[in-house]
């Protein structure tokens, strides 16, 4: 099996990835294929939950994100959207500057909204103050951004990356339940694909020192699992099965047509890291592939 590094390498002698800053990258050829099929197969795997697809916006009201106490919780993650100043006189400065790409990073207006370090976000707040009559399950998809400073590392950890969700809301049990059929559902798809996988319970990286309680009833409660796929000798958590409970629900008040707030829960692939994996342990040259992808390939590009 080879490691991150080595994919890497191969697949930048190949052409087929680039990087315009640490942690944001491009692909193309074959290897470019093998996302969009293995994004192909994950959206597949959770069809059977019946989710309503969504195209949801690029950016997140920074309302949002106070409203699901993010800001308490992973600032450190947090990237931000901003254009530059309306003002004539900076306009002016960063047109004539001799360093006009310098010129610009000051001359930021203030953030107006986030680039969403999560998709399922959208989903909450779509159903903000609202009564769900049912369950309701949303498959949604789209760039998250986080941005982990040294640890950055193309394909293994992007500041930004591809996320599938499904997202679902309802009553405890239903959104339980939920959870625990994605995560069964994906370990079965990585050994399929001959990949070394194994299921962790796991917390969330919480900021505030004030957080460490809820990390604690996180692990505890066992509310997060995460899907470990081997990549040379180390593992990455290329999926995550989270069991919010009413967290969410009492957050942006959504309530259940029986009384009380929605319980939620999300099943969440990193489409990257998934590609990453296949790539170690399978080869950059598609010949070498499991035969679902390079089926998929052809059908996804057809």
Not at 13 to 27: D, I, Q, S
Not at 53 to 79: G, H, I, K, M, N
Not at 121 to 132: C, F, G
Not at 232 to 242: P, T, V
Request: net charge neutral.
């Amino acid at each position: 099996m080879r490691d991150a590094e080595r994919v890497v390498a191969e697949l930048r002698a190949r052409g087929e990835l680039w990087e315009v800053a640490p942690g944001v990258t491009g692909l193309r050829g074959d290897a470019l294929a093998l996302q969009r099929a293995i994004t192909h197969a994950l959206a597949t795997l959770d069809a059977g939950e019946g989710a309503e697809e969504w195209c949801v916006p690029p950016a997140l009201a920074l309302d949002t994100l106070a409203r699901a106490e993010y800001f308490a919780s992973f600032p450190q993650w947090l990237t931000v959207a901003a254009h530059l100043s309306e003002d004539a006189g900076e306009l002016e400065r960063v047109a004539r500057s001799a360093c006009p790409a310098e010129a610009a990073r000051t001359a930021a207006a203030p953030a107006s909204a986030a680039l969403p370090p999560a998709v399922c976000y959208h989903v909450y707040a779509a159903l903000a103050d609202s009564t769900i009559p049912r369950c309701r399950v949303v498959g949604v998809q789209g760039t998250c951004w986080r941005h982990e400073g040294a640890r950055l590392r193309p394909l293994a950890r992007g500041w930004a990356f591809t996320m599938r969700e499904v997202v679902c809301a309802g009553a405890d049990a239903d959104v339980a339940a939920f959870r625990d059929r994605g995560a069964v559902r994906a370990l079965a798809f990585a050994r399929s694909l001959g990949l070394r996988a194994r299921l962790e319970a796991a917390t969330d990286p919480f900021y505030a020192p004030t957080a460490r309680g809820r990390a604690l009833l996180q692990r505890v409660k066992g509310l997060k699992q995460e899907l470990l796929l081997g990549v040379g000798a180390e593992e990455l958590a290329a999926s995550s099965f989270n069991l919010h409970e009413r967290f969410f629900g009492d957050a942006f008040a959504i309530q259940l047509a029986s009384g009380g707030a929605a319980a939620t829960a999300c099943v969440a692939h990193g489409v990257e890291r998934w590609t990453l994996a296949v790539l170690a342990a399978h080869g950059c040259d598609r010949r070498g592939w499991p035969p679902i992808f390079t089926s998929l390939t052809r059908e996804v590009a057809a």
